[in-house]
Structure formats: C-alpha cells, structure tokens
C-alpha cells in the first residue's frame, strides 16, 4: 500500500518563476492538504482540497494555488517566487468521509528560490 | 488564538532516560491532537494522537497526557533510545476546520 508520494524531491528556481509540485494521496484517502516548512519551524498550512474544491486556506497570499484531480491527487503552484517562498512543502492526505482528523505526510518537496 | 505554543526547544537525554514535550494551546476548539516525528530530509510521521475525552493514551514507549481545562498536553518518550534522536512536534486541529496547527519543534538527542 503506497503512501503519499510527492515529485520531484527538489527544486531550484529563481525570484520571479513559477513552480508546480505535485502529490499523490494514500491509497483510499480523498482529501490532500498542503504545508509550508520553513528550515527550522514547524509546518504552516497552505490549503486544503477536497472534491476538487479548496476547502480550507491558511495565511498565504493568492500567489499560492492549487487543484484537485478527480483521481485525487493534488498539485501546488506558487507564481512570482521569492526567496521567502525556500521551504519544504509537504502534503498530507487523509479521507475526509471517515469523519478522521488523522493526517498522513509525504516526504516533501525541497524548494529554493536563488 | 491558532497558536500553539511548545517547550523546550532542544532536550539532550540518556539512553532509557525520559523524554518529556510539553505544549500549551489557546483555542478551545480544538478537539485532535496529533504528535509527528521528523527525521532530517523526511516528512513528518505520526506518532501518537488524542482527543480531549480521554487524560492519557499510551502506545508502546510512547504516552500522551492530556490536561484540558489547563489546555496543555505532552508527550513522555519511556526508555528514550538514540534511535529516538528526531525534532518531535505538536499539532492541533479542529474537526470543522480540518487544518494542522503545528507547535515549533523540539529536537531531541538521546546520548548512548
């Protein structure tokens, strides 16, 4: 039984660029949340998606975006990077109709903002 | 009132000593929490979790008290083993809002 995927494992990019990184959710699990992990903090909620819908939004600015496939799996875009945006973004999967707050990690995405 | 607030940020242990993570949280929606593992390079694992009708819950070396009209709760690694040497974080949710409040971490080093 996989767990949550997340590709590519890092990134590196420049202020001003685009980046997309994607997730795949735990066999069975229907809704993806995304998080921000600065080096050193504890993660940050972005959003969460459920039934392709954005469900939840934490602090983030709308340079952050995302969708849901009808699979379930989820991707992250962040437009106009800056050197803040240099994290580690991790989704979390979990199945929303089971009524369960229990939220499963993948291993994350490495971004740095050059 | 989304924060919650963890302590102590580093810890240095023995080998088969006790470990102990305490976190403090404001919003009294909040009716799940979570504790995650983080190893260098990794995702968070879970852990551990409880929900405020039970003051305990214990899973192997692994043990949450919970203290809900104090609004704290902690977590007590028994026999801490250098295996265990991770940055250990608190979470809290709520079942209406779904969303992981995270603690800042507490990076743990159990010495042989």
Known sequence: DAGVTQSPTHLIKTRGQQVTLRCSPKSGHDTVSWYQQALGQ????????????ERQRGNFPDRFSGHQFPNYSSELNVNALLLGDSALYLCASSLRTSGSSTQYFGPGTRLTVL | QQQVKQSPQSLIVQKGGISIINCAYENTA??????????????????????????????????????KSA???????????PGDSATY?????????????FGSGTRLQVQP
């Open chain 2, 30 to 67: 909040f009716d799940y929490f979570p504790w995650y593992q983080q190893f260098p390079g990794k995702g968070p694992a879970l852990l551990i979790a409880i929900r405020p009708d039970v003051s305990e819950k214990k899973e192997g070396r692994f043990t949450i008290s919970f203290n």
């Open chain 1, 42 to 53: 504890g993660p940050q909620f972005i959003f969460q998606y459920y039934e392709e819908e």
């Open chain 2, 89 to 101: 974080f608190c979470a809290a949710s709520d079942t209406g809002r779904r969303a992981l409040t």
């Open chain 2, 71 to 81: 609004k704290q709760f902690s977590l007590h690694i028994m026999d801490s083993q």
